[in-house]
């Protein structure tokens, strides 16, 4: 009787969020005797390395992403579901959303992190950060509008306003968006104004630490330094911004105070976890980190509930020698398979070792031509590093959806230097150039973005 | 001197919008010996015939967008600014922007229409129209989203009504929508559901007229009525739509008053002119038609003002035997090359025979193998018509932007029956289902739709 109630209900295991670490579970129980339930605010599946290329007019969003359910249609065990998780109740072992409720056996929450402005909240809608597609539609609308209004103006001092970018962070996203930009102004756009000489643009990378791409060893941040330098970036380290207001972002470096009139300014500069974390130490008591990751144990599950289980960036995985694990799509994956293994084994009741993540090697992109790519032993940075990277990546948008287009796409805009994304969209007050009651160009900010605030 | 000055001054042309009609003006005076100015609201030319495609997860807005910018870059004499023009002085001869003013020595304003509900403009937020890239964006969150609350709704009721979808328009936009929609429910999304069965799902084409695609021949709509059966659209004609409210369509046939309860409803029924007509009207005395589009000259030109044209879909030109000519893409093509042409030659000194629209022929798909093609003494349709649409289309969109990628993504989506950019996106509200006070499941409308109101 036990037994035939057993085979009606299969352990369920409801897994919260779609990224690397949630679908990598979920595809990995696809033969498992246990039924699954993905649920996801969005129906795709966002690849998030990519993002700055949507954010910079070289990719649509639909090339980087995958819709969940034709990703997962195939696995007969496995159900979709399009909502909000509200609430956890962990003795009980349910999830609540906003209408209805799902019991669990396990629950995996992989919720991710989002853009945070630690304190500075009211630099938002001035400074957008790039964490969902409409983060990076509204980055792209400003960019590309920064250069419209420049064409428009005619007061030098205004245009060279619109022609200023700065960017807030020179971790690896930072980098990104840095060296885009400069591929489009002093490449992509330099035929296509005839008022405005898109190579007087200015590009400032903005970094609190003394070098860029802190989690990369030193010589490969000096050689990322130097790639972005030759891009015509300008590189500032151990550099603070302490205000953005009124088109002004005020730079601290040590004693010396900089004023950047700048009209885009972009952040790149900090995370902080989705809600989902405070949700679950409410309830379980799991401690926080200071950006608000779960702290997780040794097999990703939260001390005492063994039934669930965090991560991907949500979670904070300390390592043996003290260190966390960095928030990054190879982890977020590693993570999730080793979650869906560990599930399958304890059904058959057996144990699973400790979490240990393969280190696959980082790879950071550096504009047309250049990377840095630390492989433990082997560094590289540089055109090779670069090829290794669009690999990389192609192999892993293939792997998911097929999206060979993608890769011939990035052919084709590699030799002709094209950005074929560059259309400006927006509702309509969004779409267009504003003239405030001083008669100066303006473009309204979006307010809403995805940041914690 | 008088020499000298026209030297520096060349006769300047400035073009309000950037569509089929403005942009080939623009192309054809490239090598002319005058000075162009494109003026438009967006910063890309639209390939719109293809629009559907994006409303339905087919192609990403960029894959039928091509920067002004990029396409006009190499004519030196042609500069692009992104403006809305705001208003006309045709007897000082100069067009007003939110700041600043330009003079013309010759205007070409080819500002298009924009969808209309008649007097029924309360419906603009539940039945939402197709004119901008905006409109299919929403169109494509409306569709995917009420598969998606059809898989939460457990009620069968209320879960039939999510599952249909009215179609208001017979012509060729809403024929299109039609066909795509039974794509997706029939065979795209087939497999992505576990709650729901897609293949209930019931579309509801809607059409005044007695026969689908009224412009074309009567042998040709039933063909095309015969196409849409097949795909599973109900089409229901002498058929007016009398009410949309509280997620039901009245639909009155004859003495029949019929009530569908359906939670998506797409507008293809009507366009209006754009504000364009009405400002060149009030200051130039020239008669409008019925939906505000500007009666021309038989030189496109508006009558008393041989230095002002009209063209593409907001000109009314009557052809010789009354009838106006349709607001399709080939007419507004040849009409920007027609005048391009006569400003030149009246640079020249010379005259210019009146425009002769060049029939090439009406082209209309419905669903993934299946078109109607009007070529005057040859008619056909089926699956021969459709590749013709095929090939007529990629040869567009590769003659401007070398969007070869779209045809590769097309080939691969025919073969697979995938849709790529089925991805959700808008505003954190637009982007989730709400629950409202009883309980119900709903999507927020969008309300900015790009409608004249």
Known sequence: MTNKVEQQSPHHVVIVGGGFGGLHAALSLGDAPVKVTLIDKRNFHLFQPLLYQVATGGLSPAEISSPLRSILNKQQNTTVLMGEVQDVDPHQQKIFLNKGEINYDTLIVATGVSHHYFGNEQWAPTAPGLKTVEDALEMRRRIFMAFEAAEKEHDVEKRRAW??????????????????????????LKRDFRNINTAETRIVLVEGMDRVLPPYSPDLSAKAEESLVKLGVEVQTKALVTN????????????????????????????????MGTILAGHTGAELDRVGRVMVEQDLSIKGYPQIFVLGDLANFT??????????????????????????????????????????????????HS???DFGKVKMSGFFAWLIWVFVHIYYLIEFDNKLVVFIQW????????????????????????????????????IKVSAKV
């Open 163 to 188: 022609l200023t970018f700065v960017i807030v962070g020179g971790g690896p996203t930072g980098v990104e968006l840095a060296g885009a930009i400069s591929e489009l102004a002093y490449s992509t």
């Open 244 to 275: 953005i207001e009124d088109n002004i972002v005020t730079v601290r470096q040590g004693e010396e105070i900089q004023k950047i009139e700048a009209r885009t300014v972009l952040w790149a500069a900090g995370v902080k976890a989705s809600v």
């Open 319 to 368: 390592k043996p020698d003290g260190k966390p694990l960095a928030g990054v799509a190879p982890v977020a994956t590693q993570e999730g398979k080793y979650v869906a293994d560990l599930i399958v084994k304890r059904l058959e009741g057996k144990t699973s070792p400790a979490f240990e993540y393969d280190d696959v090697g980082s790879l950071s992109v550096i504009g047309r």
């Open 371 to 373: 990377a840095v790519a």
């Open 411 to 446: 052919t084709w805009s590699y030799f002709t230097r094209k950005r074929g994304a560059r259309l400006i969209t927006g509702d309509e007050s969004l779409g267009q150039i504003g003239v405030d009651e001083k008669g100066d160009y303006f473009i309204s900010p979006k």
